[in-house]
């Protein structure tokens, strides 16, 4: 009888520890509050690329052809107004049928839970 309750303890006790270990794992990984900013500052700048994304796309003939540079590799901008600057292009489809690429600059700003279009310039259009 003795040993079965030695047995519960261990495992109690192993439960526990685990438990803390875990615990422990978790507050050291806390991200600094630096670095939530930096994780912020990078998610708003990839929103606003894809804000961007949908007002070229707008002004796109065949906008179902668009193929877009991956916000990571845009140039994106923060200024301390809070705007955002995307510097990037589109492959899209022209009248003729003929993929083309067009770069294109864009400035929005925030305006409620995203961001509202202040500025685009699509070079060749």
């Keep these: 009888m003795k040993l079965g309750h030695k047995l519960g ?9 685990t438990f803390v270990l875990i615990m422990v ?8 509050p630096e670095q939530q900013s930096a994780s ?12 961007c994304q949908g007002a070229v796309r707008d002004r796109l003939k065949a906008p ?26 589109v492959d ?3 009248s003729f049928g003929a993929k083309l690429r067009s770069p294109y600059t864009c400035v929005v700003a925030p305006s ?6 202040l ?3 699509i070079d060749g259009r």
């Design 25 to 32: 794992v978790v507050i050291r990984n806390k991200p600094t």
């Design 64 to 89: 179902a052809t668009a193929e877009f540079q991956a916000p990571r590799n845009a140039e994106i901008k923060r200024y301390d107004s809070g705007n955002y600057e995307i510097v990037s292009y």
């Design 9 to 17: 303890l261990g495992c109690m006790g192993l439960i526990i520890g």
């Design 92 to 94: 899209a489809q022209n």
């Design 119 to 121: 500025e685009l310039k």
């Design 40 to 51: 912020n500052a990078q998610r708003d700048g990839y929103t606003a690329a894809f804000t």
């Design 112 to 117: 409620g839970a995203g961001f509202q279009v």
